[in-house]
């Protein structure tokens, strides 16, 4: 039987009654179960079986979401197809935001058509090309930055989650100059989209610790706004970490911050932390995904006008009497 592996929810020994432990792990095709004897067809209709495309069942008390519905999705399609796009992005663990469909299936020898909630593409995959997460056949985090960069130059909104993609896939290993010489490689000469995935590999910040902080910096490059310092550390008089930044500007003291929810969580600690800056002559700008998203001209206005308004010196000078060191790329890499 062709069924999906692991992840039995809680014990078997709570199962209702009737079911068979084999098809408690996840979906399942009924024409197997029924041939196997594990199920009648009158059984398989009834309440403890939810349907999720022909002929693919699951235990009902399973709860949806995209891994489940990727396994169940697998059963009916050709057995050589992986998952590529922005589909093989969240399975690598970096969420692109939008809807999860339609998913990106790719196929060597593309056969059959789009089906519901998927959209189906031809693509030459080496065997270095497809890896196996979550239970499930996907391209890996290397191909995935790859086709995902080829679509850049489709407008902004794909240039900026190419690289939100290449970002959150440097935890997978993925680095720019990885990517340009993956892109290099003569099997790849001619393909569409090597210019935009260049411009990609060329906005990469390996540092960056969220797609919102990568699309904020986006903003701001996109802008014609120098490009920030990523993850700046502060260090205080006793050479200790006090703070670290998502974005800066060491020389004109400038803080750029993306507030996400873990911010919210942990708002005591941020409120301390944003003293510190401020008492170390620091200046900082926070913005939330809604600016990001619906105001990232005014984001932009306000970050050039705080950079303009440096004083004559260059940097916005410390409270008197206090002593800080910032360090950049690099640990003591910028110094004010």
Do not use: C, K
Request: net charge positive; aromatic share 4%.
């Amino acid at each position: 039987m062709r069924s999906q592996p692991p992840g039995v929810p809680g014990s078997l020994a709570a199962l209702p009654p009737g079911v068979p432990a084999q098809l408690a792990a996840g979906p399942f095709r009924g024409t197997d179960a029924v041939r196997a004897g594990l199920l009648t067809r009158a059984r398989l209709n009834g309440r403890t079986w939810r349907r999720l495309h022909r002929d693919v069942y699951v235990l009902a008390s399973i709860p949806d979401d995209l891994r489940l519905r990727l396994r169940a999705l697998a059963l009916v399609l050709p057995p050589d197809a992986v998952f590529g796009g922005r589909t093989a992005a969240a399975l690598h663990g970096v969420d692109l935001g939008g809807p999860a469909e339609p998913v990106d299936v790719l196929a060597p020898h593309r056969r059959g058509r789009d089906g519901p909630g998927y959209r189906l593409r031809r693509a030459e995959l080496g065997d270095v090309d497809v890896v196996e997460v979550h239970g499930v056949r996907a391209t890996s985090p290397l191909r995935t930055a790859f086709d995902l960069g080829r679509r850049a130059g489709a407008g902004r909104r794909e240039l900026i989650e190419a690289v939100v993609a290449l970002d959150g896939l440097a935890r997978r290993g993925v680095t720019p100059g990885r990517l340009l010489a993956y892109g290099e490689r003569p099997a790849h000469r001619g393909r569409r989209g090597l210019r935009g995935l260049r411009a990609v590999a060329g906005y990469g910040e390996p540092r960056s610790e969220s797609a919102g902080e990568t699309r904020l910096r986006m903003v701001l490059v996109l802008a014609g706004l120098p490009r920030p310092h990523a993850q700046v550390p502060v260090y205080g008089p006793d050479d200790r970490i006090v703070a670290r930044v998502d974005l800066a500007y060491p020389d004109e003291r400038l803080a750029v911050e993306y507030d996400g929810r873990q911010h919210r969580d942990t708002w005591v600690s941020d409120a301390r932390r944003r003293n510190l800056l401020i008492t170390a002559g620091w200046r900082l700008l926070t913005y939330t995904a809604s600016d990001v998203f619906d105001a990232p001209d005014r984001i932009a206005r306000q970050v050039r006008a705080a950079l303009a308004s440096v004083s004559g010196s260059g940097t916005a000078h410390p409270l008197p009497g206090v002593t800080w060191t910032v360090g950049g790329l690099d640990r003591g890499g910028v110094r004010a």
